[in-house]
């Protein structure tokens, strides 16, 4: 069992959606200092002022998680400012809606950077730390979508996550040697800004329209939260985050060419549905 109370914590994605609940929840467990990582100056603010009230140390620091050197220099400034860093949060996270087709190399990367990169910095800065003190838990929020491609027009984001649930296989094999324990969470569809607020390509504007519409379908941040506390708490390596998407899973590992049919139908479905979005 991992104790949150007393711990400190580096989050990142901390400014809006899953990052900002989880931020509060591990403040609500009794977490002794949190640093929190963000682009986001502004939502950084909002964020830390609420943990503030709730008696928790807080340090914020904005900083892009693609660029390792920014990430090293923020991780640093937390090891001073807390003395030692038990928990690891990789939480931001980005998207885009485009075909295949549409997309070019920088539509690519920039998702991938973020999405992949962005654990994979934050991991290299403080997993030798966590190795030295010989103790740590490094939590990667994944996605349903890096379990199975559950969704079209969404490739670059299936490519990041598949690669945060294979980087999760990767410390997991590692670092229980260590006394490190890992946890990989695959939230569902979540009720963020993160598909709002994303790039577009072949599609018309009108399109954010359906996908808020769809949204609403999914749990809320603090839920979600509250799902990746527990296993926090369990020391549970996967954690799918919905009974929905957990049926799916099942379904997916116990009937998969039934699974795959009906995959393929849904997304004949999606695409059928998306047509009178389509530009260019």
Known sequence: ??????????????????????????????????????????????????IQKLGTNVKTIVVDVTDFDQVKKAVDEAIKFTG????????????????????????????????????????NAIYPHMVQKKSGHIVNVASISGLWA????IAPYLTAKFGVVGLCEGLKAESFLH???????????????????????????DVRKLVKYFALLGEKPENTAQTIIKAIKKDKYLQVTTPFQRTHYALRRHFPRLFNRGARLFFRFMAYVLAKYRVG
């Open 1 to 50: 069992m991992s104790e949150i109370k007393g711990k400190t914590a580096v989050i990142t994605g901390a400014a809006s959606g899953i990052g900002k609940a989880t931020s509060l929840a591990m403040a609500q467990e009794g977490a002794s200092s949190l640093v929190l990582l963000d682009i986001n100056a502004q939502g950084l603010k909002e964020t830390s002022e609420e």
């Open 84 to 123: 030692a860093i038990d928990f690891l949060l990789n939480i931001a996270g980005v998207a885009s809606m485009a075909p295949i087709e549409e997309l070019d190399i920088s539509d690519w990367k920039r998702i991938i950077n973020v999405d992949l990169w962005g654990p994979i910095n934050t991991v």
């Open 150 to 153: 559950d969704q079209i027009f």
């Open 179 to 205: 006394g490190i324990k890992v946890t990989c969470i695959c939230p569902g569809m979540v009720q963020t800004p993160i598909w709002e607020a994303s790039p577009l390509k072949g599609f018309s504007e």
